[in-house]
């Protein structure tokens, strides 16, 4: 799943490089991508957002390389 999610987030970084975009996805592929750029992202970092809905975060990228995350907002659910 998370060659998958790489392989797609690469071809939108290439297609619209030097633009602005936003994506939306589900916790459980945001946290596959994020271990990717940072492997230190692991089980209890997914644990922490696995309530908040949403948990939106900007992502800055140079390429294909990312360069900065910054968490954005975030609300906790009631489940």
Same mark, same amino acid.
């Given at each position: 799943m998370? !060659?998958? $999610?790489?392989?797609?987030?690469n071809e939108l970084l290439m297609k619209h490089r030097d633009k602005t975009i936003v994506i939306g996805t589900h916790g459980t592929a945001l946290s596959a991508i994020l271990n =990717?750029? %940072?492997?230190? =992202? $692991? =089980? %209890?970092? =997914? !644990?922490r957002i696995w309530h908040w809905m949403p948990y939106i975060i900007r992502v800055d990228f140079e390429g294909t390389a990312l360069v900065n995350k910054e968490e954005l907002l975030m609300i906790e659910c009631g489940y």
């Open positions: 998370q !060659k998958r $999610n790489i392989e797609a987030l =990717f750029y %940072n492997p230190d =992202f $692991n =089980f %209890n970092d =997914f !644990k």
